[in-house]
């Protein structure tokens, strides 16, 4: 069975064909600045990469990477048939979307309802859903949540202490992201552990660009650190994280900007990048800081703390876990980052192989506490496409069997 991941975002669409009997990626790619100046596709199969004339809009950045896919001289498949289903990951499933869902038109509406909730995604993801119908009508698509493995937080985790009124009537409460990640990381977790995932605990640190720490009791998320939006949270590449609301009216008064403004600097200017003032990425900040830049060294002590401070809470939430996960550009490739994190935390049963922690090798999961570390810690590279790809593999199945 084929499957085409689609990851769409504002002015980007992500693409993967994937071959579910080998769990195999055939080909891969991006279309970048969609609409913009410049538009392009790349596109990698058979260890090669080739670049192609970009899109103006999603409908016809889908359409280009169907023809690329099925071209006579580059093509990796021979016709469409040979796409089973689609799989489109999908920003905010809010309240609604419990699980990954068969798509058909209401619940392309209902996604297109939650666009308030994420603006600048599940309007892309609409278009694309839309666009797939058009080109293939009779190829099942799958809609997979960033959102619904935190939907079985409990109130006291997803709910904010405001009125109770407003959160009823605006929907206003926590609803994490990155929880495709989350949940290939624990299902992988529970394979090294050889146990079932329903008996695993695990706080889960997804380090990326954006970034999100989960606390999984029992193989589900019951707390997560990002909130209405993938701005609460951890210091991140170029968004804040927790902040006092307040600093939001500071802003606003100070530098005469509005709230949207003020929110869009915090998204996009602050993290590693607004407080080193070097960038947003990792390993640059870690090159100034290792030239002595202070200020980029201020920007990693702020982000590795913010994430021991949620390890530490989550793991009085969970009462202790079976293991720590880092995954994500960060988690699984920053040994600083990770050996920052986690120092000094011997004595909640937390002890790093620093030898093993350094020596690993990229791409594999890999154990990197010590022998004596109560808490197991793990490099567990995250797969959110395969992850997307098995679960419409399983609802496609179900589909063809009630037929
Ligand atoms: P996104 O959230 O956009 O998916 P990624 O998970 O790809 O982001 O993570 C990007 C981050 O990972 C960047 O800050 C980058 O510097 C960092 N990163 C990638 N490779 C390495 C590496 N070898 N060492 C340290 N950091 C790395």
């Not at 504002?10 to 538009?39: F, H, R, T």
């Not at 999603?58 to 099925?70: F, N, R, S, Y």
């Not at 969970?318 to 994190?341: M, Y």
């Not at 594999?364 to 808490?375: D, F, G, T």
Request: proline fraction near 2%; hydrophobic fraction near 35%; include cysteine.
């Amino acid at each position: 069975m084929n499957i085409l991941i689609v990851n769409a975002g504002s002015s980007s669409l992500k693409y993967q064909l994937l071959d579910m009997e080998k769990e195999k990626v055939i080909a891969k790619g991006n279309c970048e600045k969609i609409g913009l100046a410049d538009p392009f596709i790349s596109y990698k199969h058979s260890g090669k990469e080739e670049i192609f004339k970009g899109a103006k809009n999603h409908e016809e950045a889908i359409k280009k990477v169907l023809d690329i896919l099925v071209d006579k001289k580059n093509g990796v498949i021979k016709s469409f048939d040979e796409i089973n289903a689609i799989g489109h990951r999908v920003v905010m499933g809010g309240w609604i979307f419990k699980e990954s869902t068969l798509i058909d038109d209401k619940v392309i509406e209902e996604i297109d309802k939650l666009s308030e909730m994420a603006p600048l995604h599940n309007p892309a993801h609409v278009l694309c859903m839309r666009a797939c119908k058009k080109v293939m009508p009779s190829v099942p698509q799958v809609a997979v949540f960033d959102t619904s493995f935190h939907t079985t937080m409990p109130e006291k985790a997803y709910m904010y202490a405001i009125k109770y009124e407003d959160y009823e009537k605006y929907h206003i409460r926590r609803y994490g992201a990155h929880g495709t990640s989350h949940r290939y990381v624990v299902e992988e977790l529970a394979k090294v552990l050889k146990k079932d995932v329903k008996d695993v605990n695990a706080i889960t640190c997804h380090i990326g660009n954006g970034s999100s720490i989960t606390a999984i009791k029992n193989g589900k998320s019951v707390d997560t650190s990002m909130g209405l939006t993938p701005l609460q949270g951890v210091v991140m590449g170029t968004r804040s994280g927790d902040i006092d609301p307040t600093v939001v009216q500071f802003l606003c008064s100070h530098k005469k900007q509005t709230v949207d403004e003020v929110l869009t600097y915090l998204n996009k200017e602050c993290g590693l990048l607004g407080v080193s003032g070097v960038s947003s990425d990792h390993r640059e900040t870690t090159k100034a800081s290792d030239g002595g830049n202070k200020r980029a060294k201020l920007a990693l002590d702020l982000l590795a703390y913010s994430v021991k401070k949620y390890i530490g809470s989550y793991l009085a939430v969970l009462n202790g876990t079976d293991a720590i996960v880092f995954t994500g550009g960060i988690g699984e490739n920053s040994k600083e980052a990770r050996e920052q994190i986690l120092e000094n935390m011997e004595t909640l049963g937390i002890v790093l192989d620093k030898e093993k922690n350094n020596n690993f090798k990229r791409g594999q999961v890999e154990l990197i506490s010590a022998k004596n570390s109560k808490i197991k810690v793990y490099v567990i590279p995250t797969d959110e496409e395969l992850m997307m790809a098995r679960d419409t593999k399983e609802i496609v199945k179900k589909l063809k069997k009630s037929k």
